[in-house]
């Protein structure tokens, strides 16, 4: 799926044969977003005061008996926020999501646009901090455009107007004013987050040379499912790979097929459209004082061990506070 930045729907693809399934997979499959959705743990981390430069740890973690686990199963130790999300590392979105709460969380998300959020008095399990919470390809895309937009929501359409045959014009689709959901300054932030995912993160492989793309990968439990959304300054399109009965696709990520297509597509759509700088992306210089404390981090992590993160986890909480 692929809209404008008027919300105009330039191209769905519900499926692969229309005559064998008329399922759309876009507004009616309902599937786990994985490492997408940290996209809305990120943001209602910024909206609670953190910044993409703030350091977290990437440990081992439970929270309330859950144990969120990496997907090459190792630690990093020290990270920024915006390493741990342009690499997807789940134990420090979880950790994230737990800080700031996971009802920031799933309300973020659906001021957004994604739909099937828990009601404000349901539970809200900290796995949705990894998108264990289902919704559809449709939602999901229209959320993102959110931040190509400004922090202002679309409303996404596949008809402007309706003439007969004589010419007459039968609809014009009216007027619509997006109302604001996001400051600007979160949505800047973000986009340079995102943009990092593309540069030197999980989604490389979305890269379109010279135009600005910000963007994430997902990867659902098992290889189920994986996406990937992303825009630039003119389109946002969002991809999702998977089975119709939830079997495994043999460790397909959201950096790999997901972002192939995405970037097959976003050639095409740009094709005669002039380049445009995507406000945000800009990824920020890291001082000599960074570079020789992220250093000082990656000796202690090396140093301790595994079975030593906890307690160094501990004293690197001391010298932040």
Do not use: C
């Not at 915006?82 to 979880?94: D, E, K, Y």
């Not at 007027?175 to 604001?180: G, K, N, S, T």
């Not at 943009?195 to 910000?214: P, W």
Request: hydrophobic residues 35%.
């Amino acid at each position: 799926m692929t809209v404008d930045r008027q919300g105009a729907i330039v191209a769905l693809v519900g499926g692969t044969d229309y005559a064998t399934s008329k399922f759309n997979r876009v507004t009616q499959a309902e599937r786990q977003p994985g490492s997408t959705f940290k996209t809305f743990v990120y943001t209602a981390a910024i909206e609670a005061g953190l910044n993409s430069e703030d350091v977290r740890y990437d440990e081992p973690v439970v929270i309330d008996g859950w144990r969120p686990r990496n997907y090459d199963e190792g630690h990093r130790g020290a990270v920024t926020l915006r390493t741990a999300f342009a690499l997807s590392i789940n134990t420090v979105a979880a950790e994230v999501a737990n800080e700031v709460g996971p009802r920031r969380v799933a309300d973020l998300a659906a001021r957004l646009g994604v739909r099937g959020m828990p009601e404000r008095n349901q539970f809200v399990p900290p796995s949705i901090s990894l998108g264990s919470i289902e919704t559809t390809l449709w939602d999901m895309t229209s959320a993102f455009a959110v931040y190509m937009n400004d922090g202002r929501r679309i409303d996404p359409h596949i008809i402007s107007a309706v003439s007969n045959s004589a010419g007459q014009e039968l609809y014009r689709r009216p007027a619509y004013e997006p109302p604001r959901v996001l400051d600007e300054a979160v949505v800047r932030q973000m986009t340079s987050m995102m943009g990092a995912v593309v540069l030197r993160g999980t989604g490389t492989g979305a890269s379109l040379g010279g135009r600005d793309v910000a963007g994430k990968t997902g990867t659902s439990s098992d290889w189920r499912d994986a996406w990937f959304v992303g825009y630039t300054a003119d389109y946002t399109s969002g991809v999702w790979v998977g089975h119709d009965d939830f079997t495994s696709m043999g460790r397909t990520t959201g950096g790999t097929l997901p972002a192939q297509i995405w970037n097959d597509t976003m050639r095409v759509a740009h094709r005669d459209v002039e380049n445009h700088d995507l406000p945000g992306i800009e990824q920020p210089v890291r001082s000599p004082r960074e570079v020789e404390m992220a250093t000082f981090f990656d000796g202690l992590a090396s140093a301790f061990g595994d079975e030593e993160s906890e307690n160094l986890g501990d004293f690197i909480e001391d010298i932040f506070n």
